[in-house]
């Protein structure tokens, strides 16, 4: 049995699992709980980073970050790819993932700085991730529309991200895309890798 260490809340980790049940492979996958901000020890163990999800492969190897181990579960069923494995499709999947990754990095930045003291907390770094995430937000709608192509890897990642803006940061403006990412959001929420990885 592989061991995925994560957390109920890690947007990251719920794009591994989503991934994990999507390939039918939930379970091969054993979840152990691991809050690298609490408990560092069990984390550090397997990824010098830090930082979770950290998939342990059944020989012991550890694999990190989310890409790698979202390709590597990817490439054990290879039928129907998560991944395109070539062509122009390939490039924009992973480019869709790199793009939601990173709303992911910049709204989880957020967060923590809003958990910081008044004193250590900069409005002018809360308001460069805003616009980066409004920005992005707007490719993602532009690019999501219509929600029906087949659910690959950047539409996984970009549902963990409007998934996780909705969960920390429902308050904030996502300007003219909003209206396209949230029947994008309420088209793919339904399907049982997103229900069965509700955050919290
Ligand atoms: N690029 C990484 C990001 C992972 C990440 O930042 N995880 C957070 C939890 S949501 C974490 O473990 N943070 C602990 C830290 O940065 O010290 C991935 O895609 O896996």
């Known amino acids: 049995m592989m061991k995925l260490l994560q957390s109920a809340t890690s947007p990251y980790a719920r794009k591994v699992r989503i991934v994990a049940i999507e390939k039918g492979l939930g379970d091969r996958v054993e979840l152990v709980t691991a809050n ?26 550890p694999l990190y970050d989310s890409p790698v181990i979202c390709e590597y579960l990817d490439s054990l069923v290879p039928a129907s790819p998560l991944i395109p494995y070539d062509g122009p499709g390939r490039w924009l999947t992973l480019r869709r993932q790199a793009l939601a990754d990173g709303i ?13 003291p008044a004193a250590e907390q900069s409005p002018s770094s809360q308001e460069r ?43 904030l403006d996502l300007g003219t895309s909003a209206a396209a990412i949230r029947d994008f959001w309420s088209a793919v929420k339904k399907r049982p890798s997103l229900q069965n990885t509700q955050p919290g």
């Open 36 to 61: 690298p901000w609490p408990d560092p020890a069990a984390v550090v163990a397997v990824n010098p980073l830090g930082r979770i999800p950290v998939l342990v492969l059944e020989d012991g190897t």
């Open 104 to 116: 992911l990095d910049a709204a989880v930045a957020m967060v923590l700085e809003s958990r910081r």
């Open 129 to 171: 991730a805003t616009l980066a995430i409004r920005r992005s937000v707007g490719v993602l709608a532009a690019e999501l529309r219509p929600a029906d192509g087949p659910f690959d890897l950047g539409q996984i990642a970009s549902a963990v991200a409007i998934g996780y803006l909705e969960f920390r940061l429902s308050h």
